[in-house]
């Protein structure tokens, strides 16, 4: 069983950059995938990233090309580079990982999160 713990969130002004932190306790599945979801109250959470293999990655419309996701070398720590924030960012950012095998199925769990280990989360808040 694993456990996660975000770390880094807070406020940032629009244009801004930050940097979110995840820690991994326990043992994740060899062939496990990573991702960042976001959620704000009365919303579906939202995937905003996502990490196959170490090095094939998942991002939608929305954040390619400002978020970047990346993980340590063994696996146990999980970053999210938030850059160029904008206040539509604003959300409760969690880290997730799920046992997958394959990229097609890093991009369905992004895109439909239905299962999964998950952390508490950190509050981001972007002003304009």
């Known amino acids: 069983q694993v456990h996660l713990v975000e770390s880094g969130g807070g406020s940032v002004e629009a244009g801004g950059s930050l940097t979110l932190s995840c820690v991994i306790y326990g043992s994740p599945d060899r062939s496990a995938c990573f991702a960042w979801f976001r959620q704000n109250p009365g919303k579906e959470r939202e995937g905003v990233a996502g990490l196959y293999s170490r090095r094939s990655t998942y991002y939608p419309d929305s954040v390619k090309g400002r978020f970047t996701i990346s993980a340590n070398d063994v696996k146990d720590k999980i970053f999210l580079q938030m850059n160029s924030v904008e206040p539509d960012d604003t959300g409760m950012y969690y880290c997730?990982?799920?046992?997958?095998?394959?990229?097609?199925?890093?991009?369905?769990?992004?895109?439909?999160?239905?299962?999964?280990?998950w952390g508490p989360g950190t509050q981001v808040t972007v002003s304009s």
């Open positions: 997730a990982i799920v046992a997958c095998t394959t990229y097609a199925s890093l991009v369905q769990w992004v895109r439909s999160p239905k299962d999964g280990a």
